[in-house]
């Protein structure tokens, strides 16, 4: 652990006792006050009227009762949250998550990292999360929307195309957002296309988007390589996850050359020696919605394909020459990051937000293994949906082609100024400091510049 200086440190005892038992919150911070020591050596004046301390709390925390009618008729309640975090550099943006795990520290943590996320796009967007505790698996298509259009019945008051523009995150793509889309449309009895992104083409949705996080992660760790002269050309891959930002991670990387050897979910994960059929897995998720173990039953034994059940065995045991974490926080430890080292890793690209512990991060940076951080490395997504709201405003729907050239020159732009912001700040090849840095300074510049509110 990096020792923060006096009043960083008071910073963060303060964040601790007002966010009591928020652990996830209290990691994000850490990270990045870690990294603002050397810049309140070297701009004081950011230290001053409160602004780290402004910078740390939400601007609001929005937290509802999502009652909904199962199958069998029973009322059913979940919690639903929305935590509008920071819009000093425009409207909150920030996905939407249902999972079982979701409390308001996760979503804490979420949108204090899309701030900086955000921020690091270029973009106009400020940082926002939100979801609910609600558990989408096994549950029919007429319960998901039911609790979708709940859930939106109170969520719609407080978002907005100038506001807060949710989208999708774990548990929550282009089928929930139809469906809360749909409800927005109803009880506003507007067409605001821009109040919420990753909606299908055919109602405002923007061309690849849907590919934007897994091809964006996978553009910055090309990068990332292309500085130590290589690429993914001939390089074995683990992708964890099987869901959006996994899936279209492996599609790139194959069309980059590499080979994607295990994928996971959280019943397992599976390895095929030969490289995972993407068609397959495709099939089974994103289609039937079945668990990753079927891949094994539809192949057959042998043939250098096996599954190891979760608990049984971490995918980080796969050996492989760059790393792809795409599930969820903390899903590799200090132990996988040193099983990485000792089997060669050379780079890791985190598709998921905060998958990697403080540990696990240190480890790979004493090695020298090139790490980019998920605040950078997956901000595609993020850049992608804005790229939606600028179509929406226009009434515009561009190509595939000229929307994936943008978020190729918008994830080229994010490496080299973590990569620059890294250098000037006497730190050459930490990623994780690059881009804490320069995202906080673009926030901190813009909340300067608006007063104290
Ligand atoms: P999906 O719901 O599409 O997929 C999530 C995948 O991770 C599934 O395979 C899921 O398995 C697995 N997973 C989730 N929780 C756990 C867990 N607790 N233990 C083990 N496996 C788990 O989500 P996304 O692909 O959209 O999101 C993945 C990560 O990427 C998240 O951290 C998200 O915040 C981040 N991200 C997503 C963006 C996007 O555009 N979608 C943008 C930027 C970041 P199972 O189905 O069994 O639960």
């Known amino acids: 652990m990096v020792q923060l200086d006096e009043r960083l440190e008071s910073i963060l005892a303060e964040v601790i006792r007002r966010n009591a038992g928020e652990s996830e919150f209290h990691q994000a911070v850490r990270e ?3 990294s603002l020591g050397r810049v309140v050596a070297k701009r004081p004046d950011f230290a001053e009227g409160a602004l780290i301390e402004r910078i740390c709390e939400p601007e609001r925390q929005i937290i509802f009762r999502v009652p909904w009618v199962d199958d069998q ?28 795990s979701v409390n308001v520290g996760i979503i804490k943590f979420l949108g204090f990292e899309q701030t900086f996320k955000n921020a690091l796009t270029g973009m106009p967007i400020g940082g926002g999360k939100g979801g609910s505790d609600f558990d989408p698996k096994g549950r029919s298509e007429g319960e998901i929307m039911r609790f979708c259009q709940s859930f939106m019945t109170e969520l719609y008051r407080h978002i907005g195309e100038y506001t807060d523009v949710p989208a999708g995150d774990i548990g929550v793509g282009g089928r929930e957002i139809g469906f809360m889309f749909g409800q927005y449309k109803r009880l506003t009895n507007r067409y605001e296309a821009g109040v919420l992104t990753g909606k299908a083409l055919f109602y405002g949705g923007s061309r690849a988007r849907t590919e934007a996080t897994g091809y964006g992660n996978t553009y910055f760790v090309q990068s990332m390589l292309g500085t130590k002269g290589t690429s993914f050309e001939g390089k074995k891959v683990v992708v964890s996850g099987s869901g959006n930002v996994a899936i279209y991670s492996h599609e790139k990387v194959t069309s980059f050359g590499g080979k994607v050897v295990a994928m996971s979910d959280s019943s397992g994960y599976i390895v095929d020696e030969n490289g995972i059929d993407l068609k397959l897995i495709k099939e089974i998720k994103e289609v039937r919605r079945a668990r990753i173990s079927e891949y094994l039953r539809i192949k057959g034994e042998g043939k250098g394909i096996y599954f190891v059940k979760a608990g049984e065995g971490s995918i980080w045991d796969v050996p492989c020459d760059v790393a792809m974490p795409s599930a969820t926080q903390n899903e590799l430890t200090g132990k996988d990051a040193k099983t990485l080292v000792k089997n060669g890793v050379q780079a890791v690209g985190e598709g998921a937000n905060m998958p990697s512990t403080p540990e696990a991060i240190r480890i790979f940076q004493e090695a020298g293994v090139l790490f980019a951080p998920g605040k950078a490395a997956n901000a ?21 082609a000229q929307t994936e050239a943008r978020l190729a020159a918008i994830m080229a732009s994010i490496h080299d100024n973590c990569a620059a912001t890294a250098d000037e700040y006497g730190a050459p090849g930490d990623y994780v400091l690059g881009a804490n840095i320069a995202g906080f300074v673009r926030v901190a510049e813009s909340m300067r510049a608006l007063g104290v509110i």
């Open 32 to 34: 990045v006050l870690e």
């Open 73 to 100: 008729n029973q009322v059913r309640i979940n919690r639903g949250f929305r935590v509008q975090f920071n819009s000093a550099l425009g409207p909150y943006k920030g996905g939407l998550r249902f999972h079982p």
């Open 380 to 400: 595609g997504g993020v850049a992608t949906s804005a790229l939606e709201m600028q179509q929406n405003a226009s009434r515009d729907s561009w190509s595939f």
